[in-house]
């Protein structure tokens, strides 16, 4: 194992739902670090800001002993939410070593929350939850930046109670969604137990305590991963690609391996082969200047992980957001080409040869939207980074089903030249930045296209119907014959065929031509109507006579289709007359209709 000085700093990412309080959480971390005063008490990294041990020491107070420690600090990724962590992947994993999820005690989960507590099972990575808002309790009597215990010293009874009945609902929500959890004080192996954290983002009490379990959690389970070879060649993911005025494309990178130098040749990920390119400036925010509008940058000749750096090289137009870094160095460039299009072609989405289109912004988000349409049994055509091009809408104009003449796209724009062709089409996009609700439109949207289609069908089917001539009901013998009935079951529909049993067979009658309702011509009559009939054909007296039972015929085809798909879309009477029907049918033929 490596010695201390080479043990790497913990990557830290905030997940939750929106407004849940993440950047609140993460500006009240940075900002108690700075008020701390000292200079270094945090540092900015490109997309992350290192808070050093000595520095959470400070901020926890009593909770955390700098020499119980030997990592050295926490990085915290700046952007929050499960789409910066999808992106920020490693080796096919999560880059972030520890999350902190992020609930509001009085709203509890929702489905943001769902989505990320998804993700952290899937990637297997270790979290906390922050119970935030506490100060929000009825009857609050907030205690600034206090540990959560003498805050809760300070509550009232009643708010007291108050708050717990919250935490209480939210551990059992999480134990609904298979985490164990528990008071984070209670949690004696955080490997099997989720410690839940109250604090006040507002207020900053308890997030002292956040930061010591941060801290405890990292240094008991994660310091054989944190011994990396820091000196070693860098490995990082792209967070994003970034035109900078003066460098041209630019990649802000998470260095989460090992150093990287000015001049080291890198092997970045492509929208079509690696890029190897050599590194031309090193970039780091200068210190001082404003974290979120910062637009100078100052240049390092090195940096070790884990760290988040913007890197300058020519070459990088075509570089994927979510796609590896690699430095080249003692290794021959080659393998690390191939190491780099291995990762690449991991994250590769299972694809069939009909399905829906799917355009998503990283890699990392890509794959996340691929895996929520493979849980739901959506098949992909084709999915790829980048925003919906007209070469995307032609592929998904292939698509045999027209469910699947789709295109789904997550975080990604339409070129003008699509949105033209998109609607010269038959093609529907759906666009959503959320994954579970681009699912649910699309679902909602199959739903509704196979409920039309049904109707369809249903419109253009025979269905059969019962009906009996009335007494003393004939009103012309023939040509046509018109006869008052009464519909017994089903639907008598005009321009139907007309038929008899006789002797278990089916014999025509004639054809269905008019329908009278009390003087009325209609389309059709239901069950218990009285109504009279035009039947082209018979004779009253000869092929028909009063009291018959009559049916409207069915073909053998429409009858398997009723029978087989549509018995639960049609009415309980008709129903029975397809049942009777049949039943006589196939007193003959046993498999008619079959
Ligand atoms: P995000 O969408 O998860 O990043 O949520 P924000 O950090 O933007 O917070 C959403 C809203 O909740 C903002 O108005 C915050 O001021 C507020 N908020 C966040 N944390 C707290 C907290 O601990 N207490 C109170 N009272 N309000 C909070």
Do not use: C
């Amino acid at each position: 194992m490596a010695d201390a000085g080479s043990l790497r700093t913990p990557i830290v990412a905030v997940l939750g739902h929106v407004d849940h309080g993440k950047t609140t959480l993460l500006d009240r971390v940075r900002g108690s670090a700075v008020q701390e005063g000292e200079a270094g008490a945090i540092t900015q990294h490109i997309g992350a800001t290192a808070v050093p041990l000595e520095t959470i020491s400070e901020m926890s107070g009593a909770l955390v002993d700098p020499t119980d420690f030997d990592l050295p600090g926490l990085l915290f990724i700046d952007t929050p939410g499960h789409h910066s962590f999808t992106t920020l992947r490693s080796r096919g994993g999560a880059l972030a070593d520890i999350a902190v999820l992020v609930v509001d005690v009085n709203d509890g989960f929702q489905p943001q929350t769902e989505e990320a507590i998804d993700i952290l099972r899937r990637t297997g990575t270790p979290f906390v939850v922050a119970a935030n808002k506490v100060d929000t309790t009825p009857g609050w009597n907030p205690q600034e930046d206090a540990p959560i215990q003498q805050s809760y010293d300070a509550q009232s009874e009643r708010a007291r109670s108050r708050l717990d009945e919250n935490l209480y609902e939210l551990i059992g929500q999480l134990s609904d969604a298979g985490f164990s959890a528990d008071f984070y004080w209670r949690v004696q192996n955080f490997q099997k137990n989720v410690g839940v954290v109250p604090l006040s983002a507002m207020t900053g009490e308890g997030v002292p305590d956040l930061l010591a379990v941060l801290m405890g959690l990292s240094q008991r389970y994660m310091k054989d991963e944190m011994a990396v070879d820091i000196a070693g060649p860098g490995r990082g993911t792209v967070l994003e690609v970034k035109e900078e005025r003066g460098f041209g494309s630019t990649l802000d990178v998470v260095l989460y391996d090992g150093t990287v130098r000015t001049g080291d040749t890198v092997v970045v990920g492509g929208q079509d082969d690696p890029i190897v390119t050599e590194v031309r400036a090193l970039l780091r925010p200068r210190p001082n200047a404003e974290m979120r509008t910062e637009k100078q940058f100052e240049k390092v000749e090195k940096l070790s992980a884990a760290a988040g750096v913007k890197i300058a090289a020519p070459d990088l137009d075509r570089a994927m957001a979510g796609a590896p870094v690699r430095v080249v160095r003692g290794d021959d460039e080659a393998s690390v080409i191939e190491e780099v299009r291995q990762e690449l072609a991991r994250i590769e989405v299972q694809t069939a040869d009909d399905g829906v289109v799917v355009k998503a912004d990283t890699l990392g988000s890509l794959e996340a939207v691929a895996n929520a349409l493979e849980e739901a049994e959506i098949p992909i055509l084709r999915a790829e980074v980048g925003d919906v091009a007209p070469r995307d809408v032609t592929v998904a104009e292939t698509a045999n089903e027209e469910t699947h003449r789709v295109i789904l796209g997550f975080n990604v724009d339409v070129l003008s030249a699509a949105e033209e062709d998109l609607e010269a089409s038959d093609v529907r996009l759906f666009a959503d930045d959320v994954i579970y609700q681009l699912v649910d439109e699309y679902e909602a949207y199959v739903d509704e296209l196979e409920r039309a289609q049904q109707e369809t069908v249903l419109d253009n089917i025979h269905r059969p119907a019962r009906f009996r001539i009335l007494q003393d009901h004939t009103f012309r013998q023939n040509d046509p014959a018109v006869v008052g009935v009464e519909v017994v079951s089903g639907t008598v529909e005009n321009n139907r065929n007309v038929v008899k049993f006789e002797d278990g067979g089916a014999k025509r009658v004639g054809g269905l031509s008019g329908i009278q309702n009390q003087g009325e011509d209609v389309d059709e009559a239901q069950a218990g109507e009285r109504v009279s009939v035009a039947i082209d054909g018979p004779t009253v007296g000869r092929g028909i006579e009063e009291g018959d039972e009559l049916w409207i015929d069915v073909p053998e085809k429409h009858a398997k289709i009723l029978e087989q798909e549509l018995s639960s879309e049609i009415r309980a009477d008709e129903l029975e007359a397809l049942n009777a029907y049949l039943d006589i049918r196939r007193k003959r033929e046993p498999f008619w209709g079959k």
